[in-house]
């Protein structure tokens, strides 16, 4: 059987940088590896679309986060935290491990915060430093206007931070033109690499507050250090340099493609999935779906977990569970980096397969041919 992993990260991996990870390991202080370096913060530049340093983190997208809380905030300023679903919480959590005073505006899951719900919070709250918020929300498949919110952050002296983790590779997103001062990825969504690396991009606006926090508490994460060593293409700590020299050939496939292609490219994988599995009466979890997953309700008299575990067991086709209160209680099928539309076929496919064994009417390929006529469109 062969092993399709459609799950919103850890994500698939092309085979060209595969390769270049079972290469042998090298030193990493050298002029190969600085130059390598140097590739690498262009490509990502591209992907940020932004002209500021984007640094490289060990850690997965979480550590990434932290850095973006602990070098911005000392302990009892203020955030205006968003959270719609899971990776809001994860904000609320950090602010939360560093003291900040946290001002949440919050939606029930499976919606979206709506720009003038962040204006409204700004505006009571003139004295927050930062703004955290979500492009892609995974733990529901819901996406947030960015762009809306660079906006009317942009007219306050807050920064806006957004992780960007599985939402960075998928949907537009224009660091530098929509106004964002802090954007957060991880190397395992939309980049095609594994676990293993985050990468933060800081607008000239970010490192002023960065630099006039002189009590941050942080060592590892320390920002400021980063971007001295970046400047001569080098790293405080040794580096992950086998991701790091893999991850230039993702970004190498990302760039050729080009930006606008790939966010092309997964709307229409995502409006094909979401008319499969609407065709089939399955409703969609997320009020406004994002384009890199598509998130599933459990239908009525079906058990959720089984029909994920037969999925895997039977037909090789990984697809992610709810997490939390919402496990059991819906699917999550990403279609995002190095997964292709005919992945997506073939996990609508599985899905009807199941479905029908589970006593769920349906009639055999209705949700493939509705992805599919999505797919001539
Ligand atoms: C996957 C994900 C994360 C988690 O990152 P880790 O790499 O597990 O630390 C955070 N935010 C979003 C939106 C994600 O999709």
Redesign the pocket.
């Not at 979500?134 to 733990?139: A, G, I, K, V």
């Given at each position: 059987m062969k092993p399709r992993l459609l799950t919103?990260?850890p994500t698939p991996v092309p085979e060209e940088t595969l390769l270049e990870l079972a290469k042998p390991v090298t030193f990493h202080r050298s002029a190969e590896f600085r130059q390598t370096l140097a590739e690498l913060q262009e490509d990502l530049k591209y992907v940020f679309q932004t002209t500021s340093p984007v640094i490289t983190l060990t850690?997965?997208?979480?550590?990434g986060?932290e850095a973006a809380v602990s070098n911005v905030l000392t302990p009892g300023q203020k955030a205006i935290v968003c959270v719609a679903g899971r990776?809001g919480e994860?904000w609320r959590g950090i602010c939360k491990a560093f003291g900040v005073e946290i001002v949440a505006v919050e939606v029930p899951y499976g919606k979206a915060v709506e720009p003038s719900q962040l204006a409204d919070a700004l505006a009571k709250h003139p004295d927050a430093v930062a703004v955290y918020t979500?492009?892609?929300?995974?733990?529901t498949g819901v996406g947030h206007d960015i762009r809306a919110f660079g906006e009317i952050v942009a007219k306050t002296p807050a920064l806006l931070v957004v992780?960007?983790?599985?939402?960075l590779g998928v949907m537009e997103l224009r660091m530098d033109d929509w106004k964002v001062d802090i954007c957060v990825t991880?190397s395992?969504?939309a980049l095609m690499l594994p676990?293993g690396l985050?990468y933060v991009a800081v607008s000239d606006k970010a490192w002023k507050c960065i630099e006039a926090n002189t009590a941050s508490r942080t060592f590892y994460f320390d920002l400021k250090k980063y971007r001295a060593k970046l400047a001569e293409s080098d790293t405080p700590y040794t580096p992950a340099n086998t991701l790091i020299k893999a991850q230039r050939l993702s970004l190498k496939r990302l760039r050729s493609e080009g930006l606008e292609s790939v966010w092309a490219r997964h709307a229409k994988m995502a409006a094909a999935a979401r008319a499969g599995v609407t065709a089939l009466g399955l409703e969609l979890f997320a009020e406004k779906p994002n384009n890199g997953l598509t998130v599933i309700k459990v239908p009525a008299n079906v058990d959720g977990n089984a029909v994920l575990s037969k999925l895997e067991k039977k037909f090789g086709i990984k697809l992610a569970n709810g997490q939390d209160n919402l496990k059991g209680k819906i699917w999550r099928m990403a279609h995002m980096g190095y997964i292709d539309q005919f992945e997506v076929l073939a996990a609508i496919s599985a899905l009807e397969l199941v479905l029908l064994e589970s006593g769920y009417k349906l009639e055999p390929g209705t949700g493939v041919a509705a992805a599919q006529r999505e797919l001539a469109k």
């Open positions: 919103p990260g850690s997965s997208g979480t550590g986060m990776w994860r979500t492009l892609s929300e995974t733990s992780d960007a983790i599985s939402g991880g395992q969504k676990p985050a």
